[in-house]
């Protein structure tokens, strides 16, 4: 039970996708995708963050797939898709670019919804055309652009240079996680979750990150320790929601209000007390009503129909 990449009932166990595709990146990276619900419903990509995977929006594809078209990816080297060389912000857009062209129809809008390293991704990729094309609106969930070392509070000590060079010694280390114990668990929800997240929530999240090779885990840990990102946030021009829980220790929310005053179109910030960085698990009705109402609001009620989009030549069907 320990090795489980997720768990296998209740709330947050991962919901089977109408069907699955393989992308291929610009690089070559082959990319995971799963794509739930109705085929002509409106849209919603779902990019979750580092040490995570698809597995980790299961509650919000549950929800939303009753009448959207949820299209989920695992990051580069994550869940489903394959280690890759290639680590950085222009990879990581790369990606989202690439899902994007393969899934939606020309022209078609999506609401985009990003976690933590998911989030980052959108705004390395503001400037795609991918994404200036196909995003209506998009959530940021429990993320940030820069400093993002210097300013979390893992370690429990005063800001400065001990607490930066402790903090980027756990955050990077390449020792193995190990199986899913008590103890485990523990220091999970410590470092990710609010103190109020309850048994279920800290399993389901446990799961997953554990599941996460610890070398990949360690190669996205040196592309946030170098997180330069204000130049994106500015180029976010489609509508944003901001959703930050007020004991994230690894983004806190000064980094969600520093998003908020430089993004062009902020349409909110939603501070939730006593909630951890995990906020899709740890609020998901929350969180999918967020989602549900950024796609009632600015995608179009009418789509152009179609299978795949543009971009459906450099997918692969898989069983």
């Known amino acids: 039970m320990s090795r489980l990449l997720h768990v296998a009932d209740g709330p947050y166990a991962p919901?089977?996708?109408?069907?699955?595709?393989?992308?291929?990146?610009?690089?070559?990276?082959?990319?995971?995708?799963?794509?739930?619900g109705p085929e002509h419903a409106p849209a919603v990509v779902l990019a979750h963050g580092w040490c995570c995977s698809t597995a980790f929006w299961a509650a919000q594809i549950r929800a939303l797939a009753a009448d959207?078209?949820?299209?989920?990816?695992?990051?580069?080297?994550?869940?489903?898709?394959?280690?890759?060389?290639?680590?950085?912000?222009?990879?990581?857009?790369?990606?989202?670019?690439?899902?994007?062209?393969?899934?939606?129809?020309p022209g078609e809008r999506a609401v985009i919804a990003g976690h933590s390293m998911g989030g980052m991704t959108l705004m390395a990729a503001a400037t795609?055309?991918?994404?200036?094309?196909?995003?209506?609106?998009a959530l940021l969930c429990s993320t940030g652009s820069a400093r993002l070392v210097a300013s979390a509070t893992v370690v429990?000590?005063?800001?400065?240079?001990v607490r930066t060079w402790l903090t980027?010694?756990?955050?990077?280390?390449?020792?193995?996680?190990?199986?899913?114990t008590p103890l485990a668990r523990r220091i999970l929800k410590y470092g990710t979750m609010g103190p109020g997240s309850n048994p279920l929530m800290v399993e389901a999240c446990a799961r997953i990150v554990h599941a996460c090779p610890s070398r990949v885990r360690h190669g996205w840990s040196q592309v946030l320790d170098l997180l330069d990102l204000d130049h994106g946030i500015r180029e976010l021009r489609m509508p944003v929601e901001i959703v930050v829980g007020t004991a994230d220790r690894l983004t806190p929310p000064v980094h969600a209000r520093e998003l908020a005053a430089a993004l062009p179109d902020c349409v909110g910030l939603t501070e939730l007390p006593g909630l951890g960085h995990?906020?899709?698990?740890?609020a998901p009705d929350l969180v999918t009503g967020k989602i549900r109402a950024l796609a009632a609001t600015y995608i179009p009620s009418a789509r152009v129909p179609s299978a795949h989009g543009a971009g459906a030549e450099h997918a692969e069907e898989s069983a």
């Open 168 to 180: 980027r010694r756990i955050l990077g280390s390449r020792a193995p996680l190990g199986p899913v």
């Open 128 to 137: 795609r055309p991918a994404v200036r094309e196909h995003a209506a609106a």
């Open 278 to 282: 995990m906020t899709p698990v740890e």
């Open 156 to 161: 429990p000590m005063r800001a400065g240079r």
């Open 15 to 36: 919901p089977v996708p109408a069907h699955e595709l393989t992308v291929t990146a610009a690089d070559g990276a082959r990319i995971h995708v799963e794509v739930h």
């Open 68 to 105: 959207h078209r949820v299209i989920a990816y695992d990051q580069r080297g994550h869940g489903r898709s394959p280690a890759n060389p290639a680590y950085g912000t222009e990879p990581l857009a790369d990606d989202l670019e690439a899902v994007l062209e393969a899934t939606l129809a």
